[in-house]
């Protein structure tokens, strides 16, 4: 087994990296949230960094998702190995080249951070709509559950479309796993030189469109040979599931890490089994190792590869003792009897009766499910609640869960309060800030500081906003001594720490409700220290109280001015985390802090990491503890979000998703056809500026910019 190391990425980067390793050339297009996969590729070639065969890959940015697709077309044409990156309906607008890639055998993977179609309305968020709509194009369809996963399925990708000559279409759940910081282990340059084939290479390379020996390919048929050459290919999808399996095995005895293209995990005696692909089987199997420590015959099966659906192993892998089955899609197809998936498994079960082999003593329930639509949350609790509807004489057919279904009746009830308490030894961290103002970076910059830094496993992710720069952002973040297998946020009486960046949040959002006992609070705020205790809302004075929590307010607005920071926050609220979390000892944290810096802000000068050094060591002169009262005060409540003169729908449904209670919302709430009143910005006081444009009548020429550059207050 080769020695392998550890290193802190997201689920872009990690297969970015093997798709860079093994291409000549990538065309890349951006789109929402795969960019990131063709940023990185663009900037290792523009660095010099080369491919396995020593050359530096050509990265072209086309001008369209089509035009992307059309490169990858032509190059592989040429016998170049070729990739491409994309989501949603960028999948949607390189369809008419994928069949012809596939139609023509061509080995090539394209990577898909899945993400949500624009249906009633757009939506940048991850599901799995994007990738079923490619479904029927011939390509072979890997799935990922995991950053580790997104990795090392990447490089099985590349062996098993050289062995098997079916393209594949590598995917990944879109910001879920595309955007989640992990550790993960690093698969090694050795290890992918061992797991591609050069005699497969050449063999690719060989059949290139070639003047020096001509041959035609791209012809068109007529009625009398077209249907058989359809069925010609059908050998290579038979064998392709086969080839990926052994791909799988290589890569076992190489890294340790054992793949299945069906992978069962459960009680051998399971009799309740749900079926489902994507990060969700990560949540599922966590949630499976707890149901069973209490006792419960339940199991999980993970589909990582789609495409060839192989029936055979499907029905192998499921304990023979199975009764009822939920087959969940992240997916919605309206008007069919069920999603992909579902009609996958049930046939695959139907087949195997009818041909009398009855690998079941009995011909087990199957139910389809759908869940985490645009990137819905799917927690333990929910499936919990899936398994307990599974125990009923009837289970319900073409279910939800997750959501307020008031109109259909689809949805499930689950106990909200289920936990599976896995998280016990693991320091869970809150954020809230803002877009752009460094949050994020510096939140990324602690994985790695605590990652590389120490045996712990990390584990962040970032909720962002879709207004993206200067809406709020949510941070989440783990650490513990065990691998996380926990794609969903930071359940509510759980977080050991919470930051919040910015003070007007006390006005708007239940932080406090997210804290656990004896947890920390650090607020940032302009207010005296003798002062904060009353910005407090009541019902936060009273949790604070209730559940003793450490309260540490600093006004990192000042340190940054005085230090030269202008409004960047970042690193003081950074280091604020560390000097108060215990997650590192206080002068190790430091220094790590300093290095972290040092790292990331040199290209930009010595004097950008001097004055972050300079922040850093007033930051822990202006930390304060504050003495927590005995009692609440008659403090204020929580505003509302929007006026109380607003419209009903601003009130009933605009007003919930400002105040982040959007997913209390029930279906009959949402207009059918995504459909909403204007002008209703009016309604949305944001309140975070620090400072605000006042006009001036005296001056005015009308120009206009005002409205442009700040509509709120102007």
Same mark, same amino acid.
């Given at each position: 087994?080769?020695?392998?190391?550890?290193?802190?990425?997201?689920?872009?980067?990690?297969?970015?990296?093997?798709? &860079?390793?093994?291409?000549?050339?990538?065309?890349?297009?951006?789109?929402?949230?795969?960019?990131?996969?063709?940023?990185?590729?663009?900037?290792?070639?523009?660095?010099?960094?080369?491919?396995?065969?020593?050359?530096?890959?050509?990265?072209?940015?086309?001008?369209? =998702?089509?035009?992307?697709?059309?490169?990858? &077309?032509?190059?592989?044409?040429?016998?170049?190995? $070729?990739?491409?990156?994309?989501?949603?309906?960028?999948?949607?607008?390189?369809?008419?080249?994928?069949?012809?890639?596939?139609?023509?055998?061509? @080995?090539?993977?394209?990577? *898909?951070?899945?993400?949500?179609?624009?249906? #009633?309305?757009?939506?940048?968020?991850?599901?799995?709509?994007?990738?079923?709509?490619?479904?029927? $194009?011939?390509?072979?369809?890997?799935?990922?559950?995991? %950053?580790?996963?997104?990795?090392?399925?990447?490089?099985?990708?590349?062996?098993?479309?050289?062995?098997?000559?079916? @393209?594949?279409?590598?995917?990944?759940?879109?910001?879920?796993?595309?955007?989640?910081?992990?550790?993960?282990?690093?698969?090694?340059?050795?290890?992918?030189?061992?797991?591609?084939?050069?005699?497969?290479?050449?063999?690719?390379?060989?059949?290139?469109?070639?003047?020096?020996?001509? %041959?035609?390919?791209?012809?068109?048929?007529?009625?009398?040979?077209?249907?058989?050459?359809? =069925?010609? *290919?059908?050998?290579? !999808?038979?064998?392709?599931?086969?080839?990926?399996?052994?791909?799988?095995?290589?890569?076992?005895?190489?890294?340790?890490?054992?793949?299945?293209?069906?992978?069962?995990?459960?009680?051998?005696?399971?009799?309740?089994?749900?079926?489902?692909?994507?990060?969700?089987?990560?949540?599922?199997?966590?949630? *499976?190792?707890?149901?069973?420590?209490?006792?419960?015959?339940?199991?999980?099966?993970? /589909?990582?590869?789609?495409?060839?659906?192989?029936?055979?192993?499907?029905?192998?892998?499921?304990?023979? $003792?199975?009764?009822?089955?939920?087959?969940?899609?992240?997916?919605?197809?309206?008007?069919?009897?069920?999603?992909?998936?579902?009609?996958?498994?049930?046939?695959?079960?139907?087949?195997?009766?009818?041909?009398?082999?009855?690998?079941? $003593?009995?011909?087990?329930?199957?139910?389809?499910?759908?869940?985490?639509?645009?990137?819905? =949350?799917?927690?333990?609790?929910?499936?919990?609640?899936?398994?307990?509807?599974?125990?009923?004489? #009837?289970?319900?057919?073409?279910?939800?869960?997750?959501?307020?279904?008031?109109?259909?009746?689809?949805?499930?009830?689950?106990?909200?309060?289920?936990?599976?308490?896995?998280?016990?030894?693991?320091?869970?961290?809150?954020?809230?800030?803002?877009?752009?103002?460094?949050?994020?970076?510096?939140?990324?910059?602690?994985?790695?500081?605590?990652?590389?830094?120490?045996? +712990?496993?990390? #584990?962040?992710?970032?909720? !962002?906003?879709?207004?993206?720069?200067?809406?709020?952002?949510?941070?989440?973040?783990?650490?513990?001594?065990?691998?996380?297998?926990?794609?969903?946020?930071?359940?509510?009486?759980?977080?050991?720490?919470?930051?919040?960046?910015?003070?007007?949040?006390?006005?708007?959002?239940?932080?406090?409700?997210?804290?656990?006992?004896?947890? %920390?609070?650090?607020?940032?705020?302009?207010?005296?220290?003798?002062?904060?205790?009353?910005?407090?809302?009541?019902?936060?004075?009273?949790?604070?109280?209730?559940?003793?929590?450490?309260?540490?307010?600093?006004?990192?607005?000042?340190?940054?001015?005085?230090?030269?920071?202008?409004?960047?926050?970042?690193?003081?609220?950074?280091?604020?985390?560390?000097?108060?979390?215990?997650?590192?000892?206080?002068?190790?944290?430091?220094?790590?802090?300093?290095?972290?810096?040092?790292?990331?802000?040199?290209?930009?000068?010595?004097?950008?990491?001097?004055?972050?050094?300079?922040?850093?060591?007033?930051?822990?002169? +202006?930390?304060?503890?504050?003495?927590?009262?005995?009692?609440?005060?008659?403090?204020?409540?929580?505003?509302?979000?929007?006026?109380?003169?607003? @419209?009903?729908?601003?009130?009933?449904?605009?007003?919930?998703?400002?105040?982040?209670?959007?997913?209390?919302?029930?279906?009959?709430?949402? @207009? /059918?056809?995504?459909?909403?009143?204007?002008?209703?910005?009016?309604?949305?006081?944001?309140?975070?500026?620090?400072?605000?444009?006042?006009?001036?009548?005296?001056?005015?020429?009308? /120009?206009?910019? /005002?409205?442009?550059?700040?509509?709120?207050?102007?």
């Amino acid at each position: 087994m080769a020695e392998q190391k550890t290193a802190i990425i997201d689920g872009n980067e990690a297969a970015a990296k093997i798709a &860079h390793l093994c291409s000549d050339v990538l065309c890349i297009y951006p789109i929402t949230p795969s960019s990131n996969m063709g940023e990185w590729a663009d900037e290792w070639s523009s660095k010099g960094q080369t491919n396995l065969w020593g050359t530096i890959p050509e990265v072209v940015e086309m001008q369209s =998702e089509a035009g992307a697709a059309g490169a990858v &077309h032509g190059a592989l044409q040429a016998g170049a190995m $070729t990739t491409t990156f994309t989501a949603s309906q960028g999948l949607l607008l390189k369809i008419p080249n994928m069949y012809k890639i596939a139609g023509e055998l061509t @080995p090539s993977v394209i990577h *898909v951070s899945a993400r949500s179609l624009a249906a #009633q309305a757009l939506s940048i968020f991850g599901d799995h709509s994007d990738v079923m709509s490619a479904r029927q $194009t011939g390509y072979a369809f890997l799935s990922s559950s995991s %950053v580790q996963e997104a990795m090392d399925m990447a490089l099985i990708s590349y062996a098993s479309t050289l062995e098997g000559r079916v @393209p594949v279409l590598h995917f990944f759940d879109g910001f879920r796993t595309s955007h989640e910081v992990s550790k993960i282990t690093d698969v090694s340059e050795e290890i992918v030189r061992e797991m591609i084939d050069e005699d497969l290479i050449r063999e690719h390379r060989n059949r290139a469109m070639n003047p020096e020996k001509p %041959v035609l390919r791209g012809t068109a048929q007529n009625p009398d040979v077209y249907f058989q050459g359809r =069925e010609t *290919v059908n050998k290579y !999808y038979e064998a392709m599931p086969a080839i990926v399996q052994k791909a799988m095995d290589k890569f076992a005895k190489l890294t340790g890490r054992q793949y299945k293209i069906f992978e069962y995990f459960g009680a051998e005696d399971a009799e309740k089994v749900i079926i489902i692909m994507g990060s969700g089987a990560d949540t599922t199997h966590e949630t *499976v190792e707890q149901l069973i420590a209490s006792g419960e015959k339940v199991g999980v099966l993970k /589909c990582r590869l789609f495409r060839p659906f192989d029936e055979k192993a499907l029905l192998n892998a499921l304990p023979k $003792t199975v009764k009822k089955i939920a087959v969940l899609d992240r997916c919605k197809e309206p008007g069919s009897a069920g999603e992909p998936l579902y009609k996958d498994v049930v046939t695959a079960i139907a087949q195997d009766a009818l041909a009398g082999e009855k690998i079941f $003593t009995a011909m087990p329930v199957v139910v389809g499910g759908r869940y985490g639509l645009s990137s819905k =949350e799917y927690t333990p609790a929910m499936i919990k609640g899936i398994y307990d509807e599974l125990g009923k004489d #009837q289970p319900k057919n073409d279910f939800t869960v997750g959501i307020i279904d008031d109109l259909t009746n689809t949805n499930i009830d689950y106990d909200k309060s289920y936990n599976t308490g896995v998280h016990k030894d693991t320091v869970q961290a809150l954020f809230y800030g803002l877009g752009s103002d460094g949050t994020v970076g510096a939140n990324k910059n602690s994985i790695k500081i605590i990652g590389e830094g120490t045996d +712990q496993y990390a #584990q962040g992710y970032f909720v !962002y906003d879709s207004k993206k720069s200067g809406a709020g952002t949510v941070s989440h973040l783990r650490f513990g001594p065990k691998p996380m297998r926990s794609p969903y946020l930071i359940e509510d009486g759980s977080a050991n720490f919470i930051g919040c960046h910015m003070p007007v949040f006390l006005e708007k959002i239940d932080m406090i409700s997210k804290a656990a006992k004896d947890s %920390v609070f650090l607020l940032n705020t302009q207010e005296p220290i003798d002062k904060v205790w009353d910005t407090f809302p009541k019902h936060m004075q009273e949790q604070i109280i209730e559940k003793n929590i450490s309260v540490y307010v600093i006004d990192a607005f000042k340190v940054a001015e005085h230090t030269g920071m202008g409004n960047r926050i970042n690193t003081i609220m950074q280091t604020c985390f560390f000097a108060i979390s215990n997650v590192l000892p206080k002068d190790e944290a430091i220094a790590a802090i300093k290095k972290a810096v040092e790292k990331t802000y040199s290209k930009k000068g010595e004097d950008i990491v001097e004055l972050n050094f300079k922040a850093i060591d007033e930051t822990l002169d +202006q930390l304060h503890k504050l003495d927590i009262p005995a009692a609440a005060s008659d403090s204020f409540t929580l505003k509302d979000p929007v006026p109380a003169n607003a @419209p009903d729908f601003v009130k009933d449904v605009l007003g919930e998703i400002i105040a982040g209670r959007g997913d209390e919302l029930p279906v009959s709430k949402m @207009p /059918c056809d995504g459909t909403f009143p204007t002008a209703t910005t009016q309604y949305e006081k944001r309140n975070i500026a620090l400072e605000i444009p006042v006009w001036e009548k005296d001056i005015c020429i009308q /120009c206009g910019k /005002c409205t442009f550059v700040c509509p709120h207050a102007c």
